[in-house]
């Protein structure tokens, strides 16, 4: 957009903002105009907008403190309908053009806040209110306060759609990592690169420079900007550097890790297409140089939040970085010389300064001579009590040494009580920062391995000693990675920006007036903390869970250190012994979306699909997440209910045949001479005396005795067996022989890989199984039960020539083989199958007429083993071998674990046929009460049989085998159902296994 | 009944389609190739074979094996390490099946072998933004002064298995995923690969 | 967390699965007198002040079962070795 608009409190000149563009934006529905370079922030300002948005409790009229990520009070909702996003600080929004923001937590208006009618209740909202005042009754809590407290205390409305940008995550590497780009870091970032090291130097502004862009500093004799230009310059053009703008680190790990978020496209209105709207970097760095500089504090007096009251170093940044006037007439009130100097810049800009109001006792000069540059007057040892005015300051109280007040219109206050190093960073993994008497601040304590600190963050505020311990501190991180740099001259910076922060704390002005606040954007207030503190709440980490100083979005950054202060003061403790909480990752809010990145919706996490996937989608299949994968759930025709789909999928098996894609299963194939030596050992049953053509059901247990898995595995060669887990288990399983061969028998010859991936597995089962497969297996192969008979396994070839393995299998209790090809012919091997079947009527089945059958059949799965059966519990105690060690043999042989009162598992039918039976339902004595005491064990599985036609289950039940044919009660309370259940063996079809065989 | 031949299938077919996507102008920044039929397989060294298996390979192949995270190329057969005593051995030359079969007659005795030809999928990730866009996933540092020329690494990106060679000094990558999780890593990369511009080529 | 695979170099946690004690070692006696023995592998583990070597699993990279000498105090990873001796280059 082009054109100017009036913007009332714009400076005719100055500013790294570019004047000939103008951007059009709306705050609250007005529109107004601002120019590229802008925050929100500075362009409201501009505008003469100085009410941003209403407090959290209290509704108290705010406006903008400061000028950086450090906000508490200037939230605001950017964008609108999916892409509206609450709590962004209208400090660190860059400007563009059609920018929609609105104030929040203010009804009906920003200027009419019903809401602040909370104001009158503050004695019942003080510290630990919930706690205390809406005790009674109970039941009360959850329908009435907290809706209530919900609807009247609030930071802002998520959109409630999906989120429609795109997020990502990346990884980068570099030997130094330079955390902010002011004067230090841009030092150090010119040292370490200049020696050839690989440097990432992060910057959360979206331009260079930090506090050089706010001051007018010179170096070399120049403007401080021109020097920022150069060296940006010089870096960018160094293939070893790389500048990450507009990207906050937000937390530090181990190993030299670090996060920092990106917000690749937060300044337009919409991301460009394929473009990501933020994306959250995890950086590993050899070294890492934090020079995050400092965050100036408030000074608590009363009513210290009116919008008019600002940070000085904030004053500085609106007047000399943006151009604008944040008002007519100032005060400014600090206790320290760095401050004063913003008179300088404000009568430079031409506003009007009425008072350098100095808390120190003492007379400072270079205060002095501000002021008289300033034409204000300057008052030593006044504070101010109290501030005149409601939407905006109007006044001042002053109250000199003698106590004397004195009433002074402005409309702007200019407060500083000091810097406080940015330590933050330095914290994050267990550091902790350590008071410094000279700065009245918290300073580095123990460092991150890897890491050092300069600049102001180090707490050298002086823009020459900034550069020079940043060029130190980046020679020396490019050094420990073992380059060479060298010495480079450091340019002189000017002497007025030299000055330190000389600070005789004030902290809090006593005996003020109105409300005085230590946490503005929590409304915690000095009566408060006292509060807390008469209670009992001492520490800071305590006092913040008790008032909430120090919460939310901004995590205190303006408010710790003067509520350790206040605290100090109401327990008459020395501040410096006061401590602070512990600072946590992140450093600034980052988006539960930039966490997710890509995986979200669809790919929430990677989906595995097994090889006849687009086949079954094509027969409009249902599936069904199992472990990672994706299976066939069944088949439905058109029109035909899902247990009707279920029901027609296992009778088709028990009649005629069926054709499953088992691919899921884990394969692995473990090889070496040694392999059946290994196998007996991680096996409960034996299987070196296994023929080679032959496979064998295998049980698996823990050390500690419990059954982890089981699967069948063939012996292909003398030295190749072929082994199959769970679905569920295939990776621990993996693991668990893996950490048997390394770790346990390492003397072993024995390799194991995993082969998943490579065989597409297919069962055929049904009594016309073989003549299926005599379609399919080539002919030289002869299937005939002589031939190849139950448990038969081998090398074939299908369809003319495709390699394959056969296996004579059944999960399903009739006559079964399974089939394997490689995996790029799954899809083709499904199809021949079916076409090999279908004059036997053959139908693809999914994983639930799987289930229905192998409960049917009475095998153990998943809910089965549930990692707290034993080998006995499933009745499997046959299987463990007495003859060998083997994982879990000591342990499983221990009393409690073969105790025949443990649960076993039965077959449940229930007996009235039309029942429908419940897995989770309790298993009680048939005339017993449904108490605890009485339980005696669980269903585990069901499924409607069709064979049988009703309804069956597994369960566990105490003594289970010895109480075959007796009632028990099926109760579950929790869906209603109280069914009686007889007790059976647990396989219902074909005991004798006569149809396997045949 | 009459057997007809299977047909192969990739499991990125009709997926995988050949054209321009992402951000629409300049040269694309990413070119993806399915690099199909290549032959594929395990090898694990036996116990106690290590120096043998090494001198046959050596003898066979003309390929010092790697010993590390490394790969290396002989004129038929390059050996990708991914673990101690283990390689993943790729061919065009001994394609599918054939590789496998070769491996286990050329090294009987000394190395257990595993076909897994169709076990994968491999891409080749090209173009300027190639590194750009496996940064999106991969937590390794493919800088050269890292990852140089031969190098490999068995990994993740975005909680799929990858393994991973530079093929030459082009910023050229061969990416062997999970045949299963070709889809979702297919996905992934398209993705990350879109605010570059990105070809698909039909042809590897 | 990194940790220095000798095989595959510096990778980031989450290639790793965790195991835990590595100084235990699996009992050969399977008499009723080694049920002490096999309680302590199978259950009882330290907690040391101080360095303390573990089991990890490189199970996103090579499979190789590693023995990480740790810090329990600062997470410092002092030494990784291959747990099957003479493993690697």
Redesign the interface.
């Known amino acids: 957009m082009t054109g100017t608009s009036f913007q009332p409190r714009r400076l005719a000149t100055g500013g790294l903002i570019d004047r000939t563009r103008t951007h059009s934006f709306a705050f609250d529905g007005e529109t107004l105009a601002g120019h590229p370079g802008d925050t929100l922030a500075s362009a409201l300002l501009a505008n003469g907008k100085r009410l941003v948005g209403r407090s959290f409790k209290y509704h108290r009229p705010r406006g903008i403190l400061t000028a950086g990520s450090e906000e508490p009070n200037a939230l605001v909702e950017l964008r609108a309908g999916a892409h509206r996003e609450p709590n962004t600080r209208a400090t660190t929004i860059e400007l563009y053009d059609g920018l929609d923001a609105a104030s929040q937590n203010r009804w009906p208006s920003l200027k009419l806040d019903l809401l602040a009618a909370n104001q009158l209740f503050a004695p019942i909202f003080g510290a630990g209110f919930y706690y205390k005042t809406f005790m009674w009754p109970a039941s009360f809590w959850e329908k009435v306060y907290e809706p209530a407290i919900r609807r009247a205390a609030g930071l802002g409305r998520a959109a409630t759609e999906p989120d429609p940008d795109?997020y990502?995550?990346?990884?980068?590497?570099c030997d130094v990592f330079v955390i902010g780009a002011g004067a230090s870091g841009l030092a150090a970032a010119l040292a370490a690169a200049r020696s050839g090291a690989?440097v990432i130097l992060c910057e959360e502004d979206f331009r260079l420079g930090g506090r050089l862009l706010a001051e007018r500093s010179e170096i070399g004799g120049r403007p401080a900007i021109e020097w920022v230009k150069a060296a940006e310059a010089e870096l960018e053009a160094l293939p070893n550097c790389r500048i990450m703008e507009r990207t906050s680190v937000v937390g530090v790990?181990?190993?030299?890790?670090y996060a920092a978020l990106e917000r690749v496209n937060d300044h337009v209105p919409v991301p460009p297409?394929?473009?990501?709207r933020q994306r959250l970097w995890?950086i590993?760095a050899k070294r890492a140089v934090l020079t995050a500089g400092a965050i100036e504090r408030p000074i608590v007096f009363g009513d210290n939040d009116r919008p008019g009251i600002m940070l000085a170093g904030a004053v500085r940044t609106y007047l000399n970085r943006f151009g604008v006037a944040p008002g007519r007439r100032a005060v400014v009130f600090a206790d320290n010389d760095d401050a004063f100097r913003t008179a300088v810049d404000l009568l430079a800009a031409g506003v009007e300064v009425a008072a350098l109001v100095d808390a120190r006792k003492g007379s400072s000069a270079s205060a002095r001579d501000a002021a008289e540059k300033a034409n204000a007057r300057y008052l030593t040892g006044a504070v101010i009590q109290r501030v005149r005015g409601g939407q905006s300051v109007r006044g001042v109280e002053i109250r000199d040494q003698g106590g004397k007040i004195e009433l002074l219109d402005c409309d702007l206050v200019a407060m500083s009580g000091g810097w406080s190093p940015t330590v933050h960073l330095t914290t994050h993994l267990n550091g902790k920062p350590k008071w410094d008497e000279s700065l009245g601040a918290l300073v580095p304590g123990a460092l991150p391995?890897g890491m050092s600190v300069a600049g102001a963050a180090s707490g050298q505020f002086g823009l020459a000693s900034c550069l020079a311990s940043g060029q130190s501190a980046g020679a020396e991180a490019a050094r420990a990675c073992g380059f060479a740099p060298s010495v480079h001259a450091l340019p002189a910076a000017s002497a007025a920006s030299d000055e330190t922060t000389a600070s005789t704390p004030l902290w809090q002005v006593a005996d003020g007036k109105g409300k005085a606040f230590v946490d503005f954007q929590n409304d915690v207030t000095v009566s408060d903390v006292k509060l807390a503190a008469r209670e009992g709440f001492r520490i800071p980490e305590h006092l913040k869970r008790y008032t909430t100083l120090g919460m939310a979005t901004d995590q205190g950054k303006t408010a710790n250190a003067n509520g350790a202060a206040v605290l100090a003061r109401v327990t008459g403790r020395y501040v410096g012994a006061v401590g602070t909480t512990t600072f946590r990752p992140p450093f600034t809010p980052v988006a539960i979306a930039a966490f997710a990145g890509?995986?979200r919706g669809?790919?929430f996490?990677?989906?595995?699909?097994?090889?006849s996937h687009?086949w079954a989608e094509e027969q409009g299949a249902h599936f069904v997440e199992t472990g990672p994968?994706l299976r066939a759930l069944y088949y439905p025709w058109e029109g035909e209910e899902p247990q009707a789909t279920v029901n027609r999928e296992v009778a088709n098996v028990r009649d005629r045949v069926g054709v499953c894609d088992v691919s899921t299963l884990g394969k692995i194939?473990v090889?070496?001479?040694?392999a059946g030596i290994f196998l007996d050992r991680v096996y409960a049953n034996t299987f070196s005396t296994l023929p080679v053509g032959r496979a064998r059901y295998g049980l698996m247990l823990r050390?500690?005795g419990f059954v982890l898995d089981d699967g069948t595995t063939a012996r292909l060669k003398d030295d190749?067996y072929f082994m199959t887990t769970t679905t569920a288990n295939a990776?621990r399983v993996m693991?668990h022989l893996?950490?048997c061969q390394?770790?346990?028998w390492?003397?072993?010859?024995?390799?194991?890989?995993s082969?998943?991936?490579?065989?597409?597995q297919f069962a055929v089962a049904g009594p016309r199984a073989r003549d299926v497969l005599q379609?399919?297996v080539?002919p030289a192969h002869d299937l005939a039960n002589a031939a190849f008979p139950h448990l038969a396994a081998g090398e074939v070839t299908?369809?003319?020539?495709?390699?394959a393995r056969l296996f004579r299998l059944s999960f399903s209790g009739e006559l079964a083989y399974e089939v394997a090809?490689?995996?790029?012919?799954?899809?083709?091997?499904m199809r021949?199958i079916l076409?090999?079947g279908a004059p036997y009527g053959i139908a693809p089945y999914g994983t639930e007429a799987l289930g229905v059958l192998r409960i049917e059949k009475g095998h153990p799965a998943g809910s089965e083993l549930n990692g707290q059966t034993t080998a006995h519990d499933l009745g499997l105690g046959k299987l463990v071998s007495a003859k060998k060690?083997f994982i879990g043999?000591?342990?499983a042989a221990r009393p409690a674990l073969t105790d025949p009162a443990r649960p076993s598992l039965v077959g449940l039918s229930p007996v009235d046929r039309d029942d429908r039976l419940r897995a989770g339902a309790h298993l009680l004595p048939k005339d017993e009460e449904a108490i605890a005491k009485n339980d005696q064990g669980y269903v585990t599985s069901i499924a409607f049989s069709p064979s049988l036609g009703h309804w069956l289950g597994l369960g566990l039940l105490v003594n289970g085998p010895e109480r075959h044919g007796e009632i028990v009660r099926a109760y579950d309370p929790v869906r209603g159902g109280d069914v009686a259940v007889e007790i059976c063996p647990p396989c219902f079809i074909d005991p004798e296994g006569e149809r396997l065989r045949v | 009944m009459s057997r007809r031949p299977l047909y192969a299938l990739s499991a990125l077919a009709g997926i995988a389609v050949p054209g321009r996507f992402g951000k629409p102008d300049g040269e694309p920044g990413v070119v993806i190739a399915e690099r199909q039929g290549l032959g594929l397989a395990t090898v694990a060294s036996r116990k106690g074979q290590d120096a043998a298996l090494k001198a046959a390979v050596l003898q066979v192949y003309g390929v010092d094996l790697p010993e590390s995270s490394r790969v290396a190329q002989g004129p038929a057969v390059i050996f990708v390490g991914y673990g101690p005593g283990q390689w993943l051995a790729v061919s065009e030359s001994l394609a599918d099946e054939a590789l496998a079969r070769d491996l286990s007659t050329r090294l009987a005795g000394l190395a257990s072998i595993s076909d897994q030809s169709g076990g994968r999928t491999v891409l080749r990730v090209s173009g300027p933004h190639a590194r750009d866009v496996l940064a999106k996933g991969l937590p390794v540092d493919l800088d050269p002064r890292a990852f140089p020329l031969g190098s490999a690494a068995t990994s993740v990106i975005g909680h799929m298995g990858v393994q991973l060679w530079q093929v030459d000094d082009t910023r050229s990558y061969d990416i062997a995923i999970f045949r299963s999780l070709s889809q979702s890593f297919w996905r992934w990369l398209t993705a990350s690969s879109g605010e570059f511009g990105y070809e698909v080529s039909g042809q590897n | 967390m990194r940790i220095r695979c000798p095989y595959c170099g510096e990778r980031a946690l989450e290639e790793f699965t965790y195991r835990g004690d590595a100084t235990v070692t699996r009992p050969k006696s399977l008499e009723p007198q080694a049920a002490d023995a096999w309680v302590d592998y199978v259950y009882l583990r330290d907690n040391p002040d101080g360095h303390h070597r573990e089991h990890w699993h490189h199970s996103a990279g090579c499979h190789a079962w590693l023995v990480v000498t740790r810090d329990m105090r600062s997470h410092e990873i002092v030494a990784v070795e291959f747990a099957r001796k003479g493993e690697g280059p």
């Open positions: 795109h990502e995550k990346a990884n980068a590497f690989r790990y181990d190993g030299g890790t297409a394929h473009e990501p995890r590993v391995p890509h995986h669809q790919d996490r990677p989906a595995r699909l097994a090889p687009g994968w194939d090889q070496g001479k040694d050390e500690d190749h990776v693991q893996e950490f390394q770790c346990l390492p003397e072993l010859d024995v390799q194991m890989v082969v998943t991936e490579q065989w597409a379609g399919v080539d299908v369809c003319g020539g495709t390699p090809v490689p995996a790029r012919f799954g899809e083709a091997m021949a076409e090999a060690d043999r000591f342990m």
